[in-house]
């Protein structure tokens, strides 16, 4: 029950926001706008407030946002009391353009406002305190113990454990590490060398690393980074998720990565969702606004169906000075709907088979 009330609650957030991007925006170019309806299917709940039904619809997987002039019959502008001069249709270039946008940049602010929120609450920060030592490792045989406190690795002072794989990602079990440590308040210099393991990255693709054998103690400060760098903090690291989500696509694209296992659809969402919302609020926010930015970059593909796909039809319409309709733009929407169709049903294929697997 947590799981199916967290996994609602994300997809509420992220489609009422990616929707409202729309609404706002067409709007404020006068747009007419006939529905807003938060899911798919018979509506369960509605409301007429102006020239606009509210609604929340059976099926909570997307939503939409109806606007006077997207029916390309026309009919709908034959019943609707709102002046026709406002139909989506007949605004301009730009004007289209911003309101198509508008859905994935809410998604995206959505991250950016979340990240910044969190610097500002408080980041989970590990102090430089050695947890565990493994028997028979370069840190054993050097003296490292549990419970020592990091000052400094070849003379950089460290203030987080999350400092010290960055300063030995390079190392080679040629260099020798000067590390100086507290013990019992008493402060002592020990000298390691790494050895080179085989382990994986974020994409599960087998590296080689230095390795010292130390782990960090599992009790994190939470430390609130200021208002200035956390608005800075929203924004670097929506851009590394990005950046990260980038590599793994083009990863999945050349093969590099098993894209059955790196796809997941909506039952994985809905089990990390459930996961996360157990773990507190932190991750639970941080995983929305993990998907946020990748629906934002999703629905910027430029396949018909999707915002990007419009975004592509504007574009040649912008070239040609003729927009795309009629026969040829059913074509290309029908073309985007199966290729979305069939990207969905891999997605949860990969789902089906995980849970089946254990994997």
């Not at 910044?116 to 054993?140: H, N, R």
């Not at 080679?172 to 590490?177: D, G």
């Not at 939470?222 to 950046?243: N, V």
């Not at 999945?252 to 990390?272: E, F, T």
């Amino acid at each position: 029950m947590t799981t199916l009330l967290a996994f609602v609650i994300v997809l509420g957030i992220l489609i009422f926001i990616h929707e409202l991007g729309h609404f706002l925006v067409a709007k404020y170019n006068g747009v007419g706008v006939l529905k807003f309806s938060l899911g798919f299917g018979p509506a369960l709940i509605r409301k007429r407030i102006g020239e606009t039904e509210y609604m929340i619809s059976a099926v909570p997987l997307g939503g939409y946002v109806k606007m006077l002039g997207e029916d390309p019959s026309g009919k709908e502008e034959q019943f609707s009391s709102i002046d026709p001069s406002r139909s989506f249709a007949k605004k301009s270039l730009r004007a289209r353009t911003a309101i198509v946008v508008a859905g994935p940049l809410f998604n995206l602010l959505l991250a950016v406002l979340i990240y910044m929120i969190i610097g500002w609450t408080g980041l989970p920060t590990f102090p430089p305190v050695i947890g565990s030592v493994l028997k028979g490792s370069p840190a054993d045989g050097s003296g490292l113990r549990p419970g020592d406190r990091i000052v400094s690795v070849q003379g950089t002072p460290i203030q987080s454990w999350e400092e010290i794989p960055s300063l030995m990602k390079d190392a080679t079990p040629k260099n020798r590490f000067e590390i100086v440590i507290v013990r019992d308040g008493t402060q002592f210099t020990v000298h390691v060398s790494p050895i080179m393991t085989k382990g994986t990255n974020i994409f599960g693709e087998e590296i080689v690393r230095p390795m010292i054998g130390i782990t960090r103690t599992d009790k994190p400060v939470i430390k609130s980074i200021g208002f200035i760098r956390g608005i800075g903090y929203g924004f670097t690291q929506s851009w590394q998720i990005i950046k990260l989500t980038g590599i793994g696509v083009w990863k999945m694209i050349n093969g590099s990565i098993d894209v059955s296992k790196s796809l997941g659809g909506p039952i994985l969402i809905a089990q990390v969702s459930g996961e996360t919302f157990k773990a507190g609020m932190l991750p639970y926010f941080s995983m929305i606004a993990f998907i946020s930015i990748n629906l934002f970059l999703i629905n910027l593909l430029p396949i018909p169906v999707l915002d990007g796909g419009h975004i592509m039809l504007f574009a040649i319409e912008g070239i040609t000075g003729r927009p795309i309709k009629d026969r040829p733009r059913e074509i290309a929407q029908q073309i985007g709907l199966f290729l979305l169709i069939v990207l969905m049903l891999f997605a949860l294929y990969n789902d089906i088979t995980r849970i089946f697997t254990g994997g």
